[in-house]
Nanobody, 126 residues
């Protein structure tokens, strides 16, 4: 069973930066592909960024050029968020799954991630 724990959320003014971290544990089977999702009140959960262990990264159009995802060899991922905007305000979730059988993070679909953290809140004020 893979366990994920996010940290690093908080409040920031527009134009500021935050760095989210997600620590993975409990996995002894395979490398993980990992991703970040967010959900604002009244909106559906959306994929923000994803990363595969081979170094491939994927971004939603809304964050490309502002957010950077990184993934280490120990099942941890980070999301550096720069130039934050009020519409980035949401609960941010870390997600992961086993990098086997051709599975990848590329479509940023929540259906491709079985393991989820509890979330960390990000609030951006104008």
């Amino acid at each position: 069973q893979v366990r994920l724990q996010e940290s690093g959320g908080g409040s920031v003014q527009a134009g500021g930066s935050l760095r989210l971290s997600c620590a993975g544990s409990g996995n002894t089977f395979s490398k993980l592909y990992m991703g970040w999702f967010r959900q604002a009140p009244g909106k559906e959960r959306e994929g923000v960024a994803g990363a595969d262990p081979d170094g491939s990264t994927y971004y939603a159009d809304s964050v490309r050029g502002r957010f950077t995802i990184s993934l280490d060899n120990h099942g941890n991922t980070h999301l550096q968020m720069n130039d934050l905007r009020p519409d980035d305000t949401a609960m941010y979730y870390c997600a992961a799954d086993l990098w086997i059988l051709g599975r990848r993070a590329d479509d940023l679909s929540s259906r491709n991630f079985r393991y989820w953290g509890q979330g960390t809140q990000v609030a951006v004020s104008s």
